[in-house]
């Protein structure tokens, strides 16, 4: 199993971004797959899930109307589009395989992608 993020960067407050996590060594519309990050200094948060099917979403309320979780299983990626983003939104974003259906229980991480948000 192999979870690859990119699309991180240095962002202005206010800008947006589109992170991708490429999956391989599974077979990837079987899994909820998530969105975690880690501010500096800070501890994990969860950010987002979506189901296997991409048809059902969620949010933590920090991120709700900002970001969108989204996948396409015949390409094996997820990605997070995230807009009006904060100087609080800077951190280490990882994605996540679920392997408990969106209980949170992750077996597989990638190396994480960098958000840097700042004027």
């Known amino acids: 199993v192999q979870l690859a993020e990119s699309g991180g960067g240095l962002v202005q407050p206010g800008g947006s971004l589109r992170l991708s996590c490429a999956a391989s060594?599974?077979?990837?519309?079987?899994?909820?797959m998530s969105w975690v990050r880690q501010a500096p200094g800070k501890g994990l948060e969860w950010v987002s899930d979506?189901?296997?099917?991409?048809?059902?979403?969620y949010y933590a309320d920090s991120v709700k109307g900002r970001f969108t979780i989204s996948r396409d299983n015949a390409k094996n990626t997820l990605y997070l589009q995230m807009n009006s983003l904060k100087p609080e939104d800077t951190a280490l974003y990882y994605c996540?395989?679920?392997?408990?259906w969106g209980r949170g229980e992750y077996d597989y991480w990638g190396k994480g992608t960098l958000v840097t948000v700042s004027s």
């Open positions: 979506i189901n296997s099917g991409g048809g059902n979403t």
């Open positions: 060594g599974f077979t990837f519309s079987n899994y909820y």
């Open positions: 996540a395989r679920d392997q408990s």
